[in-house]
């Protein structure tokens, strides 16, 4: 029995669109900036402690902003990266430069399922920062009172079924009480394989009655 619903965000309540044509390109246009003006700060500085560690390598900032463009290049999701897009974003939000991209029906079920009882929860590789930035100055307004909490990589790879048995032990639910929404196979698979129930979102694409998991066209088909 249904108890409670994690949902990804890109391709499933949000447009891929609006994730790399205007939020990633925004934080690659503004990211050697953000770091030349706020390199000393001590958040800002622990991030770019993390990515050097990751990159293996004693780079300076200068350096170190080449490689968060690869990385961004390369679409990597390296969690410091996806921490300091967040604050990026952060500033794209606030100065009135895009609001969050949510999909009619996922606004609306969303709303719905809150009211009926239900528990929802985000698993996105963005940061949980990020996502809060996108739910809280949507098109719709703040929808953040919705959710209950949110998961970014911290917890581990959207590919992993450890990382869906970590999130049920932090919701404290048997996994097959939870419903996870995504537009990605894998990360379906990850999450059967962990013990929850699913649903593929195929958005732009003809449903499969023969496909692995059970394909909607949008949030409104989910028979909850």
Known sequence: MTKAIL?????????????????FPYARAHLADFVRQHGRESEIKALLDDARQIAGQALDNE????????????DQKVTPLKSLQGLIWQDGYRQ???????????????????????????????????QKLLFGHS????????FSGYF?????????????QAIARQLQLPAADILFLSDIEAEL???RAAGFDTYWLVRDHAIDQQAAHRQVKDFAAIPL
Do not use: C, M
């Open 139 to 146: 098109e719709y307004g703040d929808l953040t009172p919705l």
């Open 7 to 23: 949902t990804d965000i890109e391709g499933t309540t949000s447009s891929l669109s609006f994730v790399k044509d205007v939020l």
């Open 189 to 191: 698979n990850a999450a």
């Open 63 to 74: 350096q170190l902003i080449d490689q968060f463009t690869d990385w961004i290049d390369r």
């Open 152 to 164: 970014d990589t911290h917890i581990g790879s959207k590919q992993e079924a450890a990382s869906y």
């Open 96 to 130: 009135g430069a895009f609001t969050g991209h949510v999909y009619p029906d996922a606004a609306e079920r969303l709303k719905h399922w809150h009211a009926k009882g239900y528990a929802l929860y985000v698993y996105s590789s963005g940061s949980v920062y990020a």
